[in-house]
């Protein structure tokens, strides 16, 4: 015979307890009246105890859910590069760090190309040169001289307690009697006709435009050159917001990365391109020369630009772009030297004793002929990089030291020599009466060998 319980949890099934979610209430003690009949307070009492057991589910559900959701998110944006927790590049304290010393460098971080170009800026200069040629006249009975003034771009890249150290391209500076630098914001247009003024005896530098340069040393081989500024020229205002670029490592870098371009493009103030690794390690050849291990990125490169930046989407320098590879038929395919290859060399070069043209009646003198050497010839009797010697004078600079005919100099004073006309144009550097090692490829019935000689130069002959 039944007692009712049957009946009673058919219709009135026990409550479920969530023993993980108690949400502040007391535990609910044993049910003493089991088999009576509920009052209609318990029965509501019960309906609210549901209801508040369904809403406290639902909230963790959602914010598990939710969390669940945002920690995919973040996941995501960095795995594909979106990071939001990384420094930017155009926070007010992130811009320029200087050190006790004084040292102004741009700080890495990562951001928009627009953020980049405004971190970076600072740290690139526009360059302008002026050269003195010999134009032979109509009917070629005499030479005229022409004053041309050329558009090129550097980069801050180091400094010492007198001097900015600034990276270029060595086809920017070469040939050139006068070199000024514009520094950001600077009048690049009217700097070019100050410079040429400057040289014709018309007029001089306005400070506020343009600060006279100097080459500190340059290697015509690699096509690259380190000029340097005086501190003391620069207005202070100016010097105060100048930026050292931070140095990247090119060797990481990766086809399909973004970089961004600034320079001195058509000489007309510092302009900003953008674009994408499109190849790495291209080997160039041009009328104008050849490079080798360039990267390649469909980032505008034009004339002006040569000696400017290549940056990647950090603000750092990754390379030093060169118009002089690009051909100008063909439109995104621009060049740069990557900084892991330029950077030791700039560095020797940053090393070393700035020179100056010296007076032709003080000029260094080695007493040898040189003889210019095609592409063809060199290849087909492997000769090495230098410049050929087809004659020595006897009793001169180069027959004291032991140079014979044949021989090719490969360096002078440490510094690579890669034709004739770099050899020239590096002795005009130096004075008669200094002694320096040169190193010379000779000939023997094992190939070329190499032979280091220290030569002391004469005064040229009158």
Same mark, same amino acid.
């Given at each position: 015979?039944?007692?009712?319980?049957?009946?009673?949890?058919?219709?009135?099934?026990?409550?479920?307890?969530?023993?993980?979610?108690?949400?502040?209430?007391?535990?609910?003690?044993?049910?003493?009246?089991?088999?009576?009949?509920?009052?209609?307070?318990?029965?509501?009492?019960?309906?609210?105890?549901?209801?508040?057991?369904?809403? +406290?589910?639902?909230?963790?559900?959602?914010?598990?859910?939710? &969390?669940?959701?945002?920690?995919?998110?973040?996941?995501?944006?960095?795995?594909? &590069?979106?990071?939001?927790?990384? /420094?930017?590049?155009?926070?007010?304290?992130?811009?320029?760090?200087?050190?006790?010393?004084?040292?102004?460098?741009?700080?890495?971080?990562?951001?928009?190309?627009?953020?980049?170009?405004?971190?970076?800026?600072?740290?690139?200069?526009?360059?302008?040169?002026?050269?003195?040629?010999?134009?032979?006249?109509?009917?070629?009975?005499?030479?005229?001289?022409?004053?041309?003034?050329?558009?090129?771009?550097?980069?801050?890249?180091?400094?010492?307690?007198?001097?900015?150290?600034?990276?270029?391209?060595?086809?920017?500076?070469?040939?050139?009697?006068?070199?000024? /630098?514009?520094?950001?914001?600077?009048?690049?247009?009217?700097?070019?006709?100050?410079?040429?003024?400057?040289?014709?005896?018309?007029?001089?530098?306005?400070?506020?435009?343009?600060?006279?340069?100097?080459?500190?040393?340059?290697?015509?081989?690699?096509?690259?050159?380190?000029?340097?500024?005086?501190?003391?020229?620069?207005?202070?205002?100016?010097?105060?917001?100048?930026?050292?670029?931070?140095?990247?490592?090119?060797?990481?870098?990766?086809?399909?990365?973004? /970089?961004? +371009?600034? &320079?001195?493009?058509?000489?007309?103030?510092?302009?900003?391109?953008?674009?994408?690794?499109?190849?790495?390690?291209?080997?160039?050849?041009?009328?104008?020369?050849?490079?080798?291990?360039?990267?390649?990125?469909?980032?505008?490169?034009?004339?002006?630009?040569?000696?400017?930046?290549?940056?990647?989407?950090?603000?750092?320098?990754?390379?030093?772009?060169?118009?002089?590879? +690009?051909?100008?038929?063909?439109?995104?395919?621009?060049?740069?030297?990557?900084?892991?290859?330029?950077?030791?060399?700039?560095?020797?070069?940053?090393?070393?004793?700035?020179?100056?043209? /010296?007076?032709?009646?003080?000029?260094?003198?080695?007493?040898?002929?040189?003889?210019?050497?095609?592409?063809?010839?060199?290849?087909?009797?492997?000769?090495?990089?230098?410049?050929?010697?087809?004659?020595?004078?006897?009793?001169? +600079?180069?027959?004291?030291?032991?140079?014979?005919?044949?021989?090719?100099?490969?360096?002078?004073?440490?510094?690579?020599?890669?034709?004739?006309?770099?050899?020239?144009?590096?002795?005009?550097?130096?004075?008669? &009466?200094?002694?320096?090692?040169?190193?010379?490829?000779?000939?023997?019935?094992?190939?070329?060998?190499?032979?280091?000689?220290?030569?002391?130069?004469?005064?040229?002959?009158?």
């Amino acid at each position: 015979m039944s007692d009712g319980r049957e009946d009673f949890e058919e219709l009135n099934p026990p409550e479920p307890r969530y023993e993980h979610y108690h949400l502040g209430q007391k535990e609910p003690e044993p049910d003493e009246s089991f088999g009576k009949h509920d009052k209609p307070e318990s029965r509501q009492n019960s309906f609210v105890r549901k209801l508040i057991a369904t809403i +406290a589910l639902a909230v963790v559900f959602g914010v598990v859910a939710g &969390g669940v959701f945002w920690g995919m998110k973040v996941a995501a944006d960095r795995y594909a &590069g979106d990071d939001k927790d990384t /420094v930017r590049i155009g926070s007010t304290d992130t811009i320029t760090e200087y050190t006790s010393k004084g040292t102004r460098e741009a700080v890495s971080g990562k951001g928009s190309v627009a953020e980049v170009a405004e971190a970076t800026m600072p740290a690139v200069v526009a360059i302008t040169t002026v050269s003195i040629k010999e134009i032979p006249s109509f009917f070629g009975y005499a030479t005229y001289q022409k004053r041309s003034s050329e558009s090129g771009s550097g980069i801050i890249v180091g400094e010492n307690e007198e001097e900015l150290f600034i990276a270029t391209n060595n086809h920017v500076v070469e040939d050139s009697s006068t070199l000024s /630098v514009c520094f950001i914001g600077d009048d690049v247009e009217n700097a070019e006709e100050e410079s040429l003024d400057l040289v014709t005896g018309d007029g001089d530098l306005n400070l506020e435009d343009a600060v006279t340069a100097r080459i500190k040393g340059t290697d015509e081989m690699n096509d690259l050159a380190v000029v340097t500024v005086k501190k003391s020229d620069i207005p202070k205002d100016t010097l105060s917001q100048i930026k050292i670029a931070k140095l990247g490592n090119s060797d990481s870098l990766t086809v399909g990365e973004q /970089v961004v +371009a600034i &320079g001195n493009a058509l000489g007309y103030g510092q302009s900003v391109t953008s674009g994408w690794v499109s190849a790495l390690n291209r080997n160039i050849s041009t009328e104008d020369g050849s490079g080798t291990d360039l990267i390649q990125t469909d980032a505008a490169i034009n004339p002006g630009n040569s000696g400017g930046a290549l940056l990647n989407i950090q603000g750092e320098l990754i390379g030093i772009n060169s118009a002089k590879y +690009a051909d100008y038929a063909v439109e995104g395919m621009g060049y740069a030297i990557p900084i892991s290859k330029a950077q030791p060399i700039l560095e020797d070069i940053m090393k070393r004793k700035t020179r100056e043209i /010296v007076d032709e009646e003080k000029a260094a003198y080695m007493g040898i002929k040189l003889r210019n050497r095609s592409q063809e010839v060199i290849q087909m009797y492997d000769m090495p990089t230098g410049a050929f010697i087809s004659g020595v004078v006897p009793g001169a +600079a180069a027959d004291e030291a032991g140079i014979r005919e044949g021989d090719i100099v490969e360096t002078l004073d440490g510094l690579q020599v890669s034709s004739e006309k770099d050899l020239l144009d590096k002795l005009q550097r130096y004075e008669a &009466g200094e002694t320096v090692e040169v190193c010379v490829a000779r000939f023997t019935d094992e190939g070329y060998a190499e032979t280091t000689l220290d030569i002391t130069f004469d005064f040229r002959p009158q």
